[in-house]
């Protein structure tokens, strides 16, 4: 299988499967002479971690991440950074009806129509459990990019949205749902158990801004930061939908209420709003750049489902086993993490080109 690696100077590469052994992550191109130790990154992956609560898969990971090379004394060398998370608790036996019956939704029989054979447990490479590389390779690229901050958080479940007017973000990480509105998360707590006792599961959107990005990341026609920034988000697991700054909203708008009006200030332009999302021509503004990223329900569900099985014939299924009733509330940290690894590599790329600041130790 080939496209493992994202990125242009600063590379992530991911391995591994949902019940192999282990999964992780390789980062070549990152500078030498940060400070680095699993410390720096076992927050991030505890925030993704499954088994928190009943509202995501009882599969019982501690993804406690191991730095296998690429660090001397605590700091980066410059060499590749070889990252892995231990496989625990796997139970294979329960995809064995996987194994002959395509689940519908997944990529069961996607990956057999292309490579003819297919790791049935759990999905593989396919599963959602593949993004715990991304987020310890994440946590690694954040510190390449220290001026920025980078929060991520859901506005909607099952076609529930949040009410902006009562926008809390201290109350992000005070409930499961990475939700910035305490009624909303009520709601959601009672949908997301009905579908998770009714053996279903319910879609959601990420909303994800990084707060701090300088004017000029990016780069005309092919190196956008915003066709970076979709890529990689659409690259995860279950997302089958990205907006950036208003997405759809815009086509539907009149040009002068697009635009974001500029007025000079003591440090460069005042932005009046933000339809962009930060993002101009494909480079950075200086304003918060915003992308919002739909995942889809989780297509592992125990309501029966009719399918066909490997030899064409008619089927119906029903996935057993331990599944996220709404896959898109651990994909806050995920959709974070894309993010720092898109910011990070476009850093570096201006600074190869434009020259700029050092980065900080």
């Known amino acids: 299988m080939s496209w493992n690696t994202f990125g242009r100077v600063l590379r992530m590469t991911t391995w591994g499967e949902s019940h192999g052994p282990a999964l992780g992550a390789i ?27 009943k509202f995501t898969t009882q599969r019982q990971e501690p993804d406690a991440v191991r730095v296998l090379s690429g660090t001397f004394e605590g700091r980066t060398t410059g060499t590749p950074i070889s990252l ?7 139970r294979s036996k329960d995809y064995a009806e996987v194994a002959n019956a395509y689940r519908p939704g997944h990529a ?38 220290p001026e920025v901050r980078i929060h991520a958080y859901v506005v909607e479940i099952g076609g529930d949205a949040i009410d902006r007017e009562h926008f ?3 109350a992000i990480d005070a409930n499961p749902f990475w939700c910035p509105d305490r009624a909303a998360a009520g709601r959601w707590a009672a949908a997301v158990d009905a579908a998770r006792r009714d053996g279903s599961s319910l879609g959601a959107v990420v909303e994800c801004v990084a707060y ?12 956008k930061l915003d066709a970076d920034l979709a890529a990689a988000m659409m690259g995860i697991n279950a997302v089958k939908a990205v907006e950036i ?7 539907r708008v009149t040009g002068e209420q697009n635009a974001d009006p500029m007025q000079p200030g003591p440090q460069g332009p005042v932005f009046g709003a933000n339809h962009a999302g930060g993002i101009a021509g ?7 750049v915003v992308v919002r990223v739909g995942f889809k329900p989780t297509s592992s569900i125990l309501t029966p489902v009719d399918t066909i099985d490997r030899e064409g014939n008619a089927a119906e299924i029903r996935t057993r086993g331990r599944h996220d ?10 959709v974070a993490a894309m993010m720092a690894l898109v910011l990070a590599d476009q850093k570096l790329l201006h600074r190869a080109q434009c020259g700029g600041a050092e980065i900080a130790p």
């Open 27 to 53: 980062i070549d191109g990152c500078p030498p002479g940060l400070l680095l130790t699993e410390a720096d990154i076992q927050p991030f992956l505890d925030a993704r971690r499954p088994g928190q609560n």
């Open 84 to 90: 892995m998370i231990e496989n625990v608790d796997q």
């Open 108 to 145: 069961d029989y996607a990956y057999d129509a292309k490579y003819g054979f297919r790791d049935y447990r759990g999905g593989g490479r396919s599963s959602a459990r593949e993004t715990a590389a991304r987020v310890a390779a994440g946590a690694v690229a954040r510190l390449v990019i």
């Open 168 to 170: 809390d973000a201290d």
């Open 212 to 223: 701090g990005v300088p004017a000029g990341w990016g780069a005309p026609i092919y190196g």
């Open 245 to 251: 700054g208003d997405g759809f909203a815009a086509a």
């Open 282 to 288: 494909g480079i950075s503004t200086g304003q918060p």
């Open 325 to 334: 009733p709404c896959v898109g509330i651990r994909g806050a940290p995920v």
